[in-house]
């Protein structure tokens, strides 16, 4: 017996390397997709209950960030950073149209009376809620235009491109100057949160 082993080693060599390759290139692809769940998907999945994240994305994304800790933060480089790309990946969001994760109202009582907000429109309060580092910065999660008309698509679609204007601005200046000028995502928009 020992003889044909030693006889047919390289043949077995090369089999157990070839399922052991296998093995690690697939253990490799499951590793890189739970330890990097894509740039955008760990953003995105707070907003979006389509989104599922590994069971270590939160422990990998937030590792020494204060940003999901608390609203309630002095704001590092690494931080904004992140926060500059939370609002990148949050506002790819635009179209989505299903069902958000988050209540639309706060308080008792009132989340039942309404609707959950859509993604997008949730993803744009959960830019806000970073940018103030204050989750209630408004009543509900709820676009009001001028005539008090609710969620409105052509309020949505104003509010979109008010973002994405106060987002470049806030690229260009920087997170911490943007706030010291109190530079408001809805500025002039004719839209606000409820």
Same mark, same amino acid.
């Given at each position: 017996m020992i003889k044909l082993v030693f006889k047919y080693k390289f043949a077995i060599l090369a089999l157990v390397a070839l399922f052991a390759g296998i093995g690690v290139s697939q253990s490799? @692809?499951? +590793?890189n997709k739970s330890m990097n769940c894509g &740039?955008? +998907?760990? !953003?995105?999945a707070r907003v979006n209950p389509s989104i599922k994240l590994p069971k270590n994305a939160d422990e990998t994304d937030t590792k020494n960030s204060t940003v999901e800790l608390s609203f309630d933060f002095d704001i590092s480089e690494e931080d904004a950073a992140k926060l500059l790309e939370a609002t990148e990946c949050l506002l &790819? #969001? @635009?179209?989505?149209? *299903? $069902? *958000?994760? #988050?209540?639309?109202l706060f308080g008792l009582g009132h989340s039942s009376r309404l609707p959950s907000p859509t993604v997008e429109v /949730?993803? #744009?309060y959960?830019? $806000?809620? #970073?940018?103030? @580092? &204050? !989750?209630r910065h408004a009543n509900g999660i709820i676009l009001v235009d001028k005539d008090g008309e609710r969620n409105k698509k052509e309020s949505i679609e104003t509010a979109f491109k008010s973002y994405k204007a106060w987002f470049e601005k806030v690229k260009k200046i920087g997170l911490q100057k /943007?706030?010291?000028? @109190?530079?408001?995502?809805? /500025? +002039? $928009?004719g839209v606000e949160w409820y």
């Open positions: 490799t @692809k499951n +590793d &740039k955008c +998907d760990y !953003w995105q &790819k #969001l @635009k179209g989505e149209t *299903s $069902s *958000s994760n #988050l209540s639309s /949730a993803a #744009l959960y830019i $806000s809620a #970073l940018y103030h @580092k &204050k !989750w /943007a706030r010291e000028e @109190k530079l408001e995502p809805l /500025a +002039d $928009s």
